[in-house]
């Protein structure tokens, strides 16, 4: 069982930036893509960015293209994900994900997930 573990969120203005990190100790990290998604309240879950195994391929979705940065350190075996000019629609609870999953954006082709991190966008 891959455990992974979410950090960085909280509450934050308008325009601000915010790191999130996802952290594990599986030792086979690096055979796994890596997935951020997010689900706000009332919401159904949503991709926002997913990095390849070994780091060459990203994708983003469409609403944080241009403001997210999604990238990992396979030495220390952690997932990033910058996110810049925050906006309130931001606002979710932001889970990563690992996987081997045939769509990087595919929620449900991942095979673990983390406990969430809460993001909060005050405007």
């Known amino acids: 069982q891959v455990q992974l573990v979410e950090s960085g969120g909280g509450l934050v203005q308008a325009g601000d930036s915010l790191s999130l990190t996802c952290a594990t100790s599986e030792r086979t990290f690096n055979s796994y893509a890596m997935g951020w998604f997010r689900q706000a309240p009332g919401k159904e879950r949503e991709f926002v960015a997913a990095?390849?195994?070994?780091?060459?391929?990203?994708l983003y979705a469409d609403s944080v293209k241009g403001r997210g940065t999604i990238s990992r350190d396979n030495a220390k075996n952690t997932v990033y994900l910058q996110m810049n000019s925050l906006k309130p629609e931001d606002t979710a609870v932001y889970y990563c994900a690992a996987g081997r999953p045939q769509s990087l954006r595919r929620g449900y082709e991942y095979a673990y997930w983390g406990q969430g991190t809460q993001v909060t966008v005050s405007s």
């Open positions: 990095i390849s195994w070994g780091g060459g391929s990203t």
